[in-house]
């Protein structure tokens, strides 16, 4: 950000970036707020996107580009002493990333009870990102939906994944970020095992035109 600039928000939201004539595209912010005032996006790759054109063949240091923000309502609330549980799918987990470093930077959030990620993808090339210790996840679960024989982990999809466990449901609070398919599967089994409804938040990614 610009020096004289302050981007306030919580971790959890997104902003929209405005790039050559006009074009809009909307990313989670990856980061909790820092005293830098950098702020991290996870920007996927799209054949023939205006976009991601720019971002991976034309973007150059000190490229100048306008941002309306922040946005959005996907940010933590009611977790105090609850089993935090967080669904993602490809770069869904950005704002995860962000959400757990807000838990451990001083923001003033409630403790949970307990943290799990649980994060799908295609292949294990899928899972770029790995929490640290300072993130204090107590269970990772990457989740591969066509995983090779070589993968020993999880397959399937990421509600699978979780409800494989065979959680009891009446502390859990389920945040989800990816496709508008996970989330809409996501929500209805976990519903209907049990989950309050009021205790899934969503924020679902949906992939914008090529133009």
Same mark, same amino acid.
């Given at each position: 950000?610009?020096?004289?600039?302050?981007? @306030?928000? %919580?971790?959890?939201?997104?902003?929209?970036?405005?790039?050559?004539?006009?074009?809009?595209?909307?990313?989670? %912010?990856? !980061?909790?707020?820092?005293?830098? @005032? *950098?702020?991290?996006?996870?920007?996927? @790759? *799209?054949?023939?996107?205006?976009?991601?054109?720019?971002?991976?063949? =034309?973007?150059?240091? !000190?490229?100048?580009?306008?941002?309306?923000?922040?946005?959005? *309502?996907?940010?933590? =609330?009611?977790?105090?002493?609850?089993?935090?549980? #967080?669904?993602?799918?490809?770069?869904?987990?950005?704002?995860?990333?962000?959400?757990?470093?807000?838990? *451990?930077?001083?923001?003033?959030?409630?403790?949970?009870?307990?943290?799990?990620? #649980?994060?799908?993808?295609?292949?294990?090339?899928?899972?770029?990102?790995?929490?640290?210790?300072?993130? =204090?996840?107590?269970?990772?679960?990457?989740?591969?939906?066509?995983?090779?024989?070589?993968?020993?982990?999880? =397959?399937?999809?990421?509600?699978?994944?979780?409800?494989?466990?065979?959680?009891?449901?009446?502390?859990?609070?389920?945040?989800?970020?990816?496709?508008?398919?996970?989330?809409?599967?996501?929500?209805?089994?976990?519903?209907?095992?049990?989950? !309050?409804?009021?205790?899934?938040?969503?924020?679902?990614?949906?992939?914008?035109?090529?133009?």
């Amino acid at each position: 950000m610009p020096p004289a600039s302050d981007l @306030k928000y %919580l971790p959890g939201q997104y902003v929209d970036i405005i790039g050559h004539e006009g074009i809009r595209r909307s990313y989670s %912010l990856a !980061n909790a707020p820092r005293l830098d @005032k *950098t702020i991290e996006l996870h920007i996927r @790759k *799209t054949p023939g996107g205006v976009m991601s054109e720019y971002w991976f063949e =034309r973007a150059q240091l !000190n490229d100048l580009l306008r941002l309306h923000g922040p946005l959005g *309502t996907f940010f933590l =609330r009611d977790i105090e002493g609850a089993e935090l549980v #967080f669904l993602a799918t490809g770069t869904g987990i950005a704002p995860v990333k962000a959400m757990l470093e807000g838990l *451990t930077s001083g923001t003033g959030l409630p403790a949970p009870q307990s943290v799990s990620v #649980f994060w799908g993808g295609r292949q294990p090339q899928d899972v770029y990102w790995t929490p640290s210790a300072e993130h =204090r996840v107590d269970e990772f679960v990457p989740v591969l939906s066509r995983a090779n024989e070589g993968w020993s982990g999880s =397959r399937g999809h990421v509600q699978q994944a979780f409800m494989a466990r065979r959680p009891n449901l009446a502390n859990v609070r389920v945040f989800a970020c990816g496709s508008d398919a996970m989330i809409h599967d996501a929500r209805r089994e976990l519903v209907a095992a049990g989950l !309050n409804e009021h205790h899934f938040h969503s924020d679902a990614f949906v992939c914008s035109a090529t133009t």
